[in-house]
């Protein structure tokens, strides 16, 4: 999804690229990994993104590896990117689903991945725990799912085109 971003300046902490481990050895993503591709340029909070997702992956039982692979597909871990289609902050979401879990600034990094963990959490449940029907409800929306007739993972090539190159990205992040 082409990414525009704010105008806002955002502070540089590239110093916490640096010495910020992942202590969970269970993942197949790790920290450092991750924390390469995010552009100094933006000037993220790299401490504050990764301490929400904990926060809120451990509060939701979500996988933190899962989360961080969507935010960086989302936003490459821009808590400022804004898509071509409106969706804004770290996991890129659109003004009515900030609004169905109470956001009130999705450019702030705790809102807004409390509400992405959430919503992730909440397609998860819906499709039983299949990863890949979740990432398509995620990405394309449930709806879009039922009128295309989306009844499992192989019905992929039935989704739009972003959709169909959405989902194997965040599983080859995550995986």
């Known amino acids: 999804m082409p990414l525009r971003f704010r105008s806002e300046t955002v502070q540089k902490e590239e110093e916490l690229l640096e010495g910020v481990g992942n202590n969970n050895t269970s993942s197949n993503i790790s920290f450092n990994e991750l924390s390469k591709d995010i552009s100094k340029e933006s000037g993220n909070d790299v401490e504050k993104i990764y301490e929400a997702v904990d926060k809120y992956c451990s509060k939701y039982g979500v996988d933190r590896a899962l989360v961080l692979s969507i935010i960086k597909q989302e936003s490459n871990f821009n808590p400022n990117a804004v898509s071509y289609a409106g969706a804004k902050g770290l996991m890129q979401l659109m003004d009515f689903n900030s609004e169905a879990y109470g956001v009130t600034n999705p450019f702030d990094i705790n809102q807004n991945v409390e509400a992405g963990v959430r919503h992730i959490k909440e397609y998860l449940d819906m499709f039983g725990g299949n990863l890949e029907m979740a990432l398509m409800a ?36 995550y995986r």
């Open 138 to 173: 995620y990405n394309g929306g449930p709806g879009t799912m039922e009128r295309r007739g989306v009844k499992s993972p192989s019905d992929l090539y039935k989704m739009p085109q972003e959709t169909q190159n959405y989902v194997p990205k965040i599983l080859d992040n």
